[in-house]
């Protein structure tokens, strides 16, 4: 009986914690399935082109011009797109002609290579080069247009030469009495602003606005301070519609699906490119040539007993004659470097301390336009620190971002 007793217990213990056991497993699945829902549900970022019911009214019976190069899509998933134009005439509307910028349309030219007018082989549109013998579409060009849609990735550095494009099309539409739509897309370096304010002398296409290197503004809001502080011809104004984007704030963290251009192959490089971008001032190779592109840099003269990391750039995708091909460069693999939301000196301070060949390192003209100001190579040349250099862009970042809030329409 006491036998019988004990094996009747034991069974309704094992029985007890069947049933715990699969109640708490119960509630961890709901659990899980509820924190996959969460997960699944996050609010992810809408990008201005994917919102068309806010712009397909506009155009609809309109002949459209569009600005645009392989990052202007409409996402379908995560890893899945159309191009814009490609889009828009499925939907019957009447696409006249394409504007490319800097590296072309398909954006596969090297940087500063000129792109030559043609026809899309895929459309058959014609497509007019903003990188050949005018930056800036002609009033010939634009005859016949109704509206201009503008649709490119940007990374939120000055002398990325996009926002160029932007305010001199936003110029020729003015001037012309054509409405632009600029359609928002994230500023994967939109968390911060740094580096020196452009000086006006040394307005440049790699520099056109006094604001800082890196300035924390999307491509939308930066139209609309174009717009706002009067810096097109004669202080004209556009007559503009950005289409904005949905679930973005500037701490948004966003990867590019698209590399913006042949240059900045993935996210690393464009968190890279403020810093490194002012490399392309100098005879230091920035990793074109490589596959590395702004995640390492080099140069022949470049002390080899103080860096032992070395690698040759040869000619590949939009790099043809990168600087030093078929030279061994000495130099730093910057790949594991951990991420960065500042414009960090300490690498060109660096090099030029360590160049064999002190009168080799500075491409004056080039510096200066990239820098926005002669000060910063006169700076570094004297041996004045990081530190102390950044301290003397204070007064003018804080200028410019109280200017900046003026346009923001993110947090």
Known sequence: MTSFMSFKNTVLFLLFLIISCGSKTSENSKKRIEEKDIKTNEKAIITGANQTHLY???????????????????????????????????????????FSPEHGFRGTADAGEKV???????TGLPIISLYGKNRKPTPDQLDGLDIIVFDIQDVGVRFYTYISTMHLVMEACAEKNIPII?????????????????ESQHQSFLGMHTVPLVYGMTIGEYAKMINGEKWLANGIQSSLNVIELKNYTHNSTYSLPIKPSPNLPNDHAINLYPSLGLFEGTFVNAGRGTNYQFQMYGAPFLDKEKYNYQYTPVSNEGAKYPKHKD?????????????????????????????????????????????????????????????????????????????????????
């Open 116 to 122: 030559k007018d043609g026809n899309d082989l895929k």
């Open 327 to 411: 030279e061994v460069c000495y130099g730093l693999d910057l790949r594991d470097e951990t991420r960065i939301n500042k414009v960090d000196l300490k690498w060109i301070i660096d090099a030029y301390n360590n160049t064999t060949d002190k009168t080799k390192f500075f491409n004056k003209a080039s510096f200066t336009k990239h820098a926005g100001t002669e000060k910063l190579q006169k700076q570094i040349e004297s041996g004045i620190s990081a530190k102390e250099i950044k301290k003397s862009w204070e007064a003018d970042l804080k200028d410019f971002n109280r200017k900046r809030k003026k346009y923001l329409l993110y947090e």
């Open 182 to 198: 600029v359609m928002d897309r994230p500023n994967p370096n939109g968390s911060y602003i740094d580096g020196p304010v452009l």
């Open 56 to 98: 397909l009214p506009l155009l609809k019976g309109k002949n459209i011009g569009i600005v645009a190069n392989q990052t202007s899509v409409i996402f379908k998933k995560e890893d899945q797109y159309t191009h814009l134009v490609d889009s828009l005439l499925s939907l019957k509307l009447n696409i006249k002609k394409v």
